[in-house]
């Protein structure tokens, strides 16, 4: 055997899958904020929700973090209040400049009417945090199923290219100044956050999040 086909040897490159069901807790930790954690499993769900009147960040995240690859969340987007400064969201985090994201809410009726958002509308932003920031806005129904999709590829240069899907369709694309080298936990929450509302929420707000999964590869030395 040559040095070169040793070399090649000690090199291995696998695919790697992780599906998260929901059946309980293990390998999440809790990430709240502002308020007591407010979630459980619920039916083969997670059951994350909010309370009226608060400011509160309810939010779980994986106890490993991750890089290039296909993240996706299963998550039902209920009615949520209206006008009420409530997110449901679906995200991937190392800090507050690398930070990917899926927000869903009411939204502000100036978005609202900006995008011609019919009653049953929400409004779901997708958004770099930074380098570069990016926040694109799509209208989404309510009362029903998504599946949301972060998709991280690399470039020859070791960057990523990031797209945001939902039910496999593209709605936002952007190439990052980061790669490789960054690793983010995956996050399911329910925040009340002041730029996605008019107002402090008046209603409790909540999501059902019934699959996570990440698919990559892992490489080995």
Known sequence: ???????????????????????????????????????WIENGNLRIFTNPNTWERSKVKTISSFAAGTYSW???????????????????????THELDFEIGYGSQAIRNQLAAEPDDLIVYMISQGYPFQSVQRKIKRRQWYNLTLQLSLTSNGRYNV???????????????????????????????????????????????DVVEFKGILIKK
């Open 74 to 96: 299963n998550v039902y987007i209920p009615e949520m209040g209206v006008g009420d400064m409530a997110s449901i969201g679906a995200f991937l985090y190392n800090n507050d």
């Open 163 to 209: 797209s945001w899907k939902i039910n496999d369709a593209i709605m936002a694309s952007v190439r990052l100044n980061y790669g490789k080298n960054t690793k983010f936990n995956i996050y399911c929450s329910v925040e009340n956050l002041q730029f996605i509302g008019d107002h402090i929420p008046k209603s409790q707000n909540y999501a059902l999040f």
């Open 1 to 39: 055997m040559t040095n070169s086909d040793s070399n090649n040897l000690s090199i291995l490159k696998t695919s790697y899958s992780k599906i998260w069901d929901f059946d309980n807790l293990t390998e999440w930790e809790d990430a709240t904020q502002v308020g007591n954690p407010n979630y």
